[in-house]
């Protein structure tokens, strides 16, 4: 078993003189991911590069599988530390390594080299050249194909020499965190978890608000929510749910406004909603899971009229995807069998038959005036009434 692992980034490296506020960020995600799993490791940063010791026992699929879920990670590298880098024990090592990970050697391989210590005495070129002619040596075997080799073998000599041939996809993106705070409007569907999932890619922490309509929802509902959070956060890291009592609002929408308005109108009041949460928890944007024309709340016009109450920026990350294109992603980060579970959502209760789709702000905005004598106090009660739930 692998006793460490060379962690690799791409866009951190080229974050300038700021760089190191990217990394401090990255290997702090990489403990927290870490913390639940079986073992102890020592995590460092060098040069580029992040490292972590195993100091114990530790299950190795487990941390491959929660290093995969941090953003900022572009690869995972198993590999063997050697200590004493002179070139005779260096040989004799990465042969080692070879011998134990490759029992059948009858491939073409090719010499990969990065000399990070300056001062070693071989460079870079010479180590690759040097090294396969050693392994070749030792391997008779084995075949040298630069071009189009079946196994890579990476030597990077720093103070300690890192040996690896396995490099594991990481999920790319930025550190969580590293982009400031927004707030998800989170849905039991499909297309708000992937939403926070993206935005949370960009190095965003994200929070989170879900509007409850009960007993038209019920709690199974609730949960299901709950439950979705809980699977985004394993990328995000910890979650605040802010969970609204949205029904006396919702029924008194229906009681005061036109029926084919009902659905940009409780928008509207979600967004409002939404925005005073963000405000007061110190977050940037909101974001969504809307994508243009999927149904008549996410026209152009639609769309418009929600943004209108909004004085801070919407994000939509998934506004440009096909529904197979978010049910994709949906099931790579293990949503989507929740998603699809039967439970109704706030949006889908009072829905008319024809909603409008090309929605006139100024109607609207004329429509809401029913609602002047009351929603002040309702939307108050509301927000006093959060139930602020901490996923992760």
Known sequence: MFKAFLIKYAEIGIKGKNRYLF???????????LKDIDGEFYVSKEQGRIYIEALSEYDYEETVEALQR?????????VVIIEDTAWDNLVKEVGNFVENQYPDRNFTFKVEAKRGDKQYPIKSPDICIDMGAALLDRFPEMKVDVREPKVRINVEVRHKAYVYSMIIPGPGGMPVGTNGKAMLLLSGGIDSPVAGYMISKRGVKIDA?????????SERAKQKVVDLAKLVSRYSGPINLHVVNFTDIQLYIYEKCPHDELTIIMRRYMMRIAQTI???TNCLGLITGESIGQVAS?????????????????????????KQDIVDIAEKINTYETSILPFEDCCTIFVAKHPVTKPNIGIIQRSERNLEEKIDELVKTAL?????????
Request: proline share 8%; with cysteine; hydrophobic share 40%.
């Open 23 to 33: 990394e401090n960020a990255l290997r702090d995600q990489i403990k927290y991911a």
């Open 70 to 78: 941090v953003f900022g990670i572009a690869a995972i590298c198993p």
């Open 209 to 217: 608000v879900y509007f409850h309509a009960p007993p038209y929802t």
């Open 278 to 280: 963000a405000t007061n």
């Open 298 to 322: 996410q026209t152009m016009q639609s769309l418009a009229a929600t943004d209108a109450v909004c004085e801070i920026p919407v994000y939509r990350p998934v506004i440009g995807f096909d």
């Open 384 to 392: 006093d009434t959060i139930e602020t739930i901490e996923v992760k």
